[in-house]
């Protein structure tokens, strides 16, 4: 093997393989298989030609991953290693453990795409794993297949899950578990292969839903133990109170059929289409997928996009922002698209919204549609505050739910107020004149290679400005917007003042803006008075009569704290926060302000973490997980309700 043959990366994994090599280990050689993990991952992945990817992890001992043609590792047999021990040996259960977790189904890679298009996996008996005990005891009848629904006179009665899919339940439910009593420090390689059996076994018995919960976890659980850049522990916690509130409920033989969900479709025909660009967004994920989404509107107010998202991290994104749009016979690149429009003939859409670039597709460039006229002149005249209630309609205990209703862009004529950290204030413009709850606009991408912070910077050193925005609402924060493009207001005098090859607007993500597109300033009396008779601060802090956050001020973090506690730390760091004064003085200050339920469910989950059982010698048993389990999963669903709740009250109150 040559020394100068090019670095690789590690391939994606189909669940049951690394599930499998896991399983074949020692009781001793898994105590050590977190450290190889660690090890194993920092070393060189080279690529040999004809004989996949190697990974030298010893004198001795090479081990050698062979990808499918979907450049997934999907069969046991595509992994080896040199060693004696092989197949049952640490160095290749500790590579495929290294390795990024492939999703059940084939897809190309999206705007929150966090590994590379992963493959199905091979079949496997699904587990037969203890349900835990249901808080009803629902009567269920078994459906011929998963879906089906039998109709009694005129109404259609769902059935309920089948057995296999509540034995499949029962088992991620028990892994889930598991993780959350273990925290993510004790949540190893070990804990992560039951949890990616278990994800495997919901893919056989129709779950796709459930094991795309399961998968998230996963890869939320390894980016918090790697320390990687831009985790967040609060999307670990909606990933796991999804997957245990999804698994509980069928595992109970709940029948609702949102919580089984559906695979996802490829492509389909979706005729001839009309299509105008919007704006531009930049995508760098965080295993080095880099590129470009273009999204456009049709004439009826339907939104779709144009993907060019391909390995190549930061550089792949800045490339792609001028790249050939492969759509038909096109010659438009996603600058220009992004400003003008297609008429797309035999066009095919996947179930998210992106058209494909299928043999039969054909496209012809067309004239764009000012942000003035058209589905875009009437997405502006919209309330703001409606468009983001619609926005924030998603179902609140579902992360993957929330974020595809939160998905459709918005738009809204504000007027900048100034600079807070690196967000900026504004307020919605109504008739020209300020009015409504302060509108926070916090940056889409904060990577130093993109501009978007430059750009949100730049509008913030201009109070006063006015300019219209096209992004998407924060469901997690308070009248909050993660803007993607912007434009002057028609009839304003103090507005952008952008080059004309920009056609009214730019993309925050790739245009950057200057000294020369910002009008000049004004003196603070010459700027118009909002409906509340304030007027907008230069340096961006709120007056004395702006409406308070309602979600910042509420005495809610002290619950927050504590679920992301029981996460991180797991069942024993929740037992040992319950000892002190300091949880009573917390249930206090939730009841005070109002939210006696939260008070109750905390004071349960911190009592039940720290539940001991005896038998008649006296002796600890162990009391089962179930139902410290439910009591987090209780007190993290009704955090997020009202959560959610709050931050609906916050755009309503500009109503």
């Not at 190549?312 to 759509?327: C, N």
Request: overall charge neutral; proline content about 9%.
């Amino acid at each position: 093997m040559s020394p100068n043959l090019p670095p690789a990366a590690l391939p994606p994994v189909a669940p049951h393989v690394v599930a499998a090599a896991v399983e074949g280990l020692t009781s001793r050689l898994r105590k050590k298989l977190d450290a190889a993990v660690e090890q194993y991952a920092a070393l060189p992945v080279v690529a040999v030609d004809g004989e996949g990817l190697r990974i030298t992890c010893g004198e001795d001992a090479v081990v050698t991953l062979s990808p499918g043609a979907s450049g997934v590792v999907e069969e046991e047999g595509q992994a080896g290693c040199s060693c004696l021990l092989a197949p049952r040996c640490l160095h290749r259960a500790a590579v495929l453990s290294a390795c990024p977790p492939a999703d059940a189904t084939p897809a190309e890679p999206t705007t929150h795409a966090t590994d590379p298009p992963p493959t199905a996996a091979q079949p496997e008996a699904p587990s037969q794993a203890t349900a835990p005990p249901p808080r009803t005891e629902p009567t269920v009848a078994e459906p011929a297949s998963p879906g089906e629904a039998t109709t009694a006179g005129s109404t259609s009665v769902p059935t309920g899950p089948t057995p296999g899919q509540v034995g499949a339940a029962a088992g991620l439910w028990a892994a889930g578990s598991a993780v959350l009593a273990a925290g993510i420090s004790a949540a190893g390689a070990v804990p992560q292969a039951e949890l990616l059996r278990a994800a495997h076994s919901a893919r056989l018995a129709g779950l796709p839903r459930a094991e795309a919960a399961a998968l998230r976890v996963v890869r939320g659980l390894r980016s918090a133990r790697e320390q990687r850049v831009g985790h967040r522990l609060s999307d670990l916690v909606s990933a796991l109170r999804e997957l245990l509130l999804i698994a509980g409920r069928l595992a109970a033989g709940d029948p609702d059929p949102a919580l089984t969900g559906t695979v996802r479709r490829a492509y389909e025909q979706g005729g001839s289409l009309r299509v105008y660009g919007v704006f531009r967004e930049p995508v760098i994920s965080a295993t080095g997928y880099g590129g470009v989404v273009t999204h456009v509107v049709t004439e009826d107010g339907r939104w779709f996009s144009v993907s060019d998202v391909k390995p190549g991290g930061a550089a792949r994104a800045r490339g792609a922002a001028t790249a050939t749009v492969a759509i038909g016979s096109a010659t438009l690149n996603h600058s220009q698209l992004a400003k003008s429009g297609l008429l797309i003939v035999g066009a095919t859409v996947s179930p998210d919204g992106r058209l494909g670039a299928g043999k039969g597709v054909r496209a012809t460039p067309v004239r764009g549609m000012p942000w003035t006229e058209g589905p875009m002149g009437d997405l502006f005249a919209r309330p703001l505050a409606e468009q983001a209630l619609a926005r924030l309609s998603g179902e609140v205990w579902s992360e993957s739910g929330t974020e595809e209703v939160a998905r459709e862009p918005v738009a809204c004529d504000l007027m900048i107020v100034g600079a807070s950290g690196d967000h900026v204030l504004a307020r919605m413009l109504t008739s020209a004149t300020p009015a409504g709850p302060m509108i926070r606009l916090v940056p889409a991408n904060r990577h130093q290679d993109l501009a978007h912070v430059a750009n949100l910077g730049r509008l913030a050193s201009c109070p006063g400005l006015c300019v219209r925005v096209v992004g998407r609402v924060e469901p997690d924060r308070a009248t909050t917007l993660r803007p993607f493009a912007v434009g002057p207001v028609p009839g304003a005098e103090m507005t952008l003042r952008l080059p004309a090859e920009w056609q009214d607007r730019a993309d925050l993500g790739y245009d950057r803006l200057q000294g020369a597109h910002l009008p000049p300033p004004v003196p603070l009396d010459g700027m118009p008075i909002s409906a509340d008779g304030m007027l907008p601060s230069a340096d961006g802090m709120l007056s004395s009569g702006e409406r308070a956050d309602p979600l910042a001020s509420a005495p809610l973090w002290r619950v927050r704290r504590l679920i992301e506690l029981a996460v991180a730390g797991g069942r024993r760091a929740v037992a040992e926060s319950g000892r002190g004064g300091d949880s009573k003085t917390q249930a206090a200050s939730l009841r005070r302000a109002g939210f006696k339920a939260a008070a109750e469910l905390v004071a349960g989950l911190t009592a039940e973490a720290d539940r001991r059982e005896r038998d008649v010698f006296g002796r600890l048993t162990d009391p089962g997980l179930d139902r410290y389990t439910w009591a987090w999963l209780a007190a993290a669903t009704h955090l997020a309700a009202t959560e959610r709740a709050l931050v609906q009250a916050s755009w309503r109150a500009g109503e």
